[in-house]
């Protein structure tokens, strides 16, 4: 059958013209909706042609004809998905209801209504509607002379708007952002912005929906050790020596303005630290019997003479301190002449840490570690991480929220550069932070972070010549690739290799 697109209007005695929405159909995505039509006058439709196609006539999302379904001109991405609401055809009203919408469904659709030789058509809109994953917020690094944040969401549609803002409410209108749509049309994006103020303290990521008007909104607070350090004496000094060279006689008021400007610059670094920098030490009644942690409860290594076999179990020791909420973050130095293997992160009060046992998210641990020559994601596929640098100190960033999905995350404070997050389920209980050596050349520190431009150097100060320059750590013992060679101490321990298959036999 091939009708003309245009109206027609043969002679009839029983014409009537077919009405349609007059405002836009709105559909979530993986819900039923119905497109209605209606005839004007009001009369009997049960042996009419009903259709409903896209922009071309071909193009049939559904067909009723001879008072049945008629299938073989529907478009194959309509096929099961659409059937028509026969309550009131005897009263002039139709409508084609559309299952499981999908992302395809959305735009402008035709019904014809057709008796013997007349037809009438009416257009219509579906604005097809979904709300995706929250955003993931990330740190990824310093960049120029701030800190660059990710973020990252999923399975919206239409395509969303992302907004970054400052703890004020403030908008931060300079970044850049990327989108891309999946084989089902739904749109990903990610968004990039570099706070360059670090008293800025938590920025939020929103994706919007458009149509909806709903949003998903996540917050990250940046450490203030992530940004790149510059001198608050700079200025100052400048300021100084000009008025100095213009007024001798102001050097008096200049260098008790000076001294006023320190003491506010240390306060508000020492307020900002104290949001979430967690003063961690190590709990030496869950120590290892092979380790020995130091008289003051930040440092841990193994003793002079210990047990070493399969059924001592793993050499860990956990940090003092529940953490149950909130945002908190501490720094572990590596001792630069290790070249055993550790892990660290923080893992569940209640999990059994008697003999062997395997460090997994299922487990109640969620952790990083260095295996061999690489350094390892604590999880089930015993992921490698490559990294720039060789990882002196590390910062685990852990971020709880009541009721929702939490994350702990783990960045090197050597480059400033991210190394990788787990996520955490709203049901992940009590935490505490974990700390695993596995061979006697190991030496942990818990960073003291002291406020203060010049009592603390901070990593981020001194990036990599080249961001692109392959890491060569040979006196480390430690490389971004997947080979294990050497002899490796204790073979019989499944905490040795980094690969799956030894890692979890």
């Given amino acids: 059958m091939s009708l003309p697109l245009s109206h027609s209007y043969s002679v009839s005695t029983e014409e009537f013209v077919v009405i349609g929405p007059s405002d836009p159909i709105v559909a979530m995505l993986g819900g039923d909706v119905m497109l209605p039509c209606h005839l004007s006058p009001a009369m009997d439709m049960e042996n009419m042609e009903l259709r409903w196609f896209r922009s071309k006539f071909s193009e049939a999302a559904f067909i009723y004809q001879n008072q049945q379904e008629q299938r073989e001109e529907q478009l194959a991405q309509y096929a099961g998905r659409t059937s028509l609401v026969k309550d009131f055809l005897t009263q002039g009203e139709a409508a084609m209801r559309i299952h499981k919408v999908q992302a395809f469904d959305n735009g402008l659709y035709t019904c014809l209504f057709r008796k013997g030789n007349f037809y009438e058509e009416a257009n219509l809109e579906l604005m097809v509607a979904g709300v995706g994953s929250a955003p993931q917020v990330r740190i990824q690094g310093p960049e120029e002379d701030g800190i660059r944040v990710m973020c990252m969401a999923s399975g919206w549609f239409p395509k969303p708007q992302v907004q970054w803002r400052a703890l004020s409410g403030e908008k931060f209108l300079m970044f850049s952002e990327t989108y891309a749509q999946d084989a089902e049309g739904l749109y990903s994006v990610e968004a990039a912005l570099v706070v360059r103020d670090s008293s800025s303290g938590n920025v939020t990521c929103s994706v919007l929906n458009p149509i909806l008007g709903q949003e998903k909104v996540m917050a990250i607070f940046i450490p203030e050790p992530f940004f790149p350090q510059t001198s608050p004496w700079k200025p100052a000094f400048m300021v100084t020596l000009t008025v100095l060279t213009l007024l001798i006689f102001g050097a008096a008021y200049y260098t008790k303005r000076e001294h006023t400007a320190k003491k506010g610059w240390l306060g508000r670094e020492e ?25 003051e409860k930040t440092s841990v290594t193994w003793k002079d003479t210990c047990e070493i076999g399969e059924e001592s179990g793993v050499p860990s020791v956990l940090g003092c301190g529940a953490i149950t909420s909130g945002c908190c973050f501490w720094e572990v130095e590596i001792s630069k002449r290790s070249r055993g293997e550790w892990a660290l992160g923080v893992c569940r009060g209640d999990v059994n840490r008697e003999g062997w046992y395997k460090e997994l998210p299922e487990k109640g641990f969620w952790a990083v570690g260095k295996y061999g020559k690489s350094l390892c994601a604590c999880d089930r596929s015993g992921t490698q991480l490559s990294l720039r640098q060789f990882p002196h100190r590390i910062g685990i960033f852990l971020d709880l929220k009541e009721g929702e999905e939490g994350e702990v995350s783990f960045y090197n404070m050597t480059d400033g550069s991210h190394i990788f997050s787990f996520s955490l389920a709203s049901s992940s209980g009590t935490l505490f932070p974990y700390f695993r050596l596995s061979s006697e050349d190991v030496f942990l520190t818990i960073c003291s972070i002291v406020s203060g431009p010049a009592e603390t150097p901070v990593p981020l100060n001194n990036p990599p010549s080249s961001l692109e320059e392959p890491m060569s750590l040979s006196e480390e013992g430690f490389s971004s690739g997947s080979g294990v060679d050497g002899a490796l101490p204790g073979a019989e321990s499944p905490l040795l290799s980094c690969s799956p298959e030894a890692m979890f036999p």
Avoid: C, Q, Y
Wanted: charged share 30%; aromatic share 0%.
């Fill in 271 to 295: 307020e900002l630290r104290k949001k979430i920098e967690m003063s961690v030490t190590l709990d030496p009644e869950s120590a290892h019997p092979n380790l020995a942690v130091s008289d």
